[in-house]
């Protein structure tokens, strides 16, 4: 396993592109309340797409049908948006999105409450939240892959949570899945040194019950096994001299 280092001129490229990536994520949390579909949101999002000239990473890859992966309640990850799915007040609904723009990929993800959620729900979102946040802190030179995954692991079990092991994170670039794979588990300092000017998608998958994860026969649709609730939050972060950067998040004055 390697990674590409990439250029300031490159890494500009995926922050144009997570930029995309961020604003779409963020009209998709607008619009989400009650009553509206999974397939009413991957619309929009491929609406916005072709207005500002953009490709929707996910449509097609490897045979996906839709432009994002949405997941409700139980499902973890690539969930099919459909217009027959409804929301419904008390879900939780994670959109996993990515752009290409001129030759390079951007990449995140959000959990979002339809209306009112239970405690429960919430205190699931803020956790994995807060777990993606210690695992960009250890995005830094110097710094290895375990030291990311134990960032997130030792804080989501501290919080009687269990993070997804069969779905990782990945390297980002031209290709939206390059090497090195980034485990949401692991041992700090072990695994690839981190170096300036490698690109990472971090992405926690974090259950309130068992870890373990199987395929509905859609052929894509992950859910936990047990049927609880999960949650899904990622960002492209840039690791540089001076720490982690990420690159998914609105800036101003950022793309489109």
């Known amino acids: 396993m390697s990674a590409s280092l990439k250029s300031p001129e490159q890494i500009g490229h995926i922050r144009k592109a997570s930029q995309y990536v961020a604003r779409v994520l963020a009209a998709l949390g607008e619009a989400i309340r009650p009553g509206v579909t999974t397939g009413d949101l991957d619309e929009q999002a491929a609406r916005l797409c072709k207005e500002w000239g953009v490709e929707a990473a996910f449509k097609g890859l490897y045979g996906f049908p839709r432009s994002v992966c949405i997941s409700v309640n139980e499902?973890?990850?690539?969930?099919?948006?459909?217009?027959?799915?409804?929301?419904?007040?008390?879900?939780?609904?994670?959109?996993?999105?990515?752009?290409?723009?001129?030759?390079?990929?951007?990449?995140?993800?959000?959990?979002?409450?339809?209306?009112?959620?239970?405690?429960?729900?919430?205190?699931?979102?803020?956790?994995?939240?807060?777990?993606?946040?210690?695992?960009?802190a250890q995005c830094r030179p110097g710094n290895r892959i375990g030291d990311i995954g134990w960032a997130v692991q030792s804080y989501v079990e501290s919080q009687g949570y269990a993070v997804v092991r069969d779905f990782v994170g990945h390297g980002i670039g031209r290709r939206l899945h390059e090497d090195p794979q980034v485990p949401n588990y692991g041992i700090a300092g072990k695994g690839m040194r981190l170096h300036p000017g490698m690109v990472l998608a971090l992405e926690?998958?974090?259950?309130?019950?068992?870890?373990?994860?199987?395929?509905?026969?859609?052929?894509?649709?992950?859910?936990?096994?047990?049927?609880?609730?999960?949650?899904?939050?990622?960002?492209t972060v840039a690791v540089t001299e001076d720490g982690p950067v990420v690159l998914s998040r609105i800036e101003h004055g950022g793309a489109p």
């Open 204 to 235: 926690p998958m974090v259950c309130v019950g068992t870890h373990e994860v199987e395929t509905l026969d859609d052929g894509w649709t992950v859910v936990t096994k047990d049927r609880r609730l999960s949650a899904h939050y990622e960002d």
């Open 75 to 136: 499902e973890v990850v690539h969930g099919i948006p459909s217009p027959t799915r409804v929301l419904r007040e008390g879900d939780i609904v994670s959109c996993d999105f990515g752009v290409r723009c001129e030759g390079f990929f951007g990449d995140a993800a959000r959990t979002y409450a339809v209306g009112r959620v239970a405690d429960a729900a919430r205190r699931l979102m803020d956790v994995t939240w807060e777990s993606l946040q210690r695992g960009i």
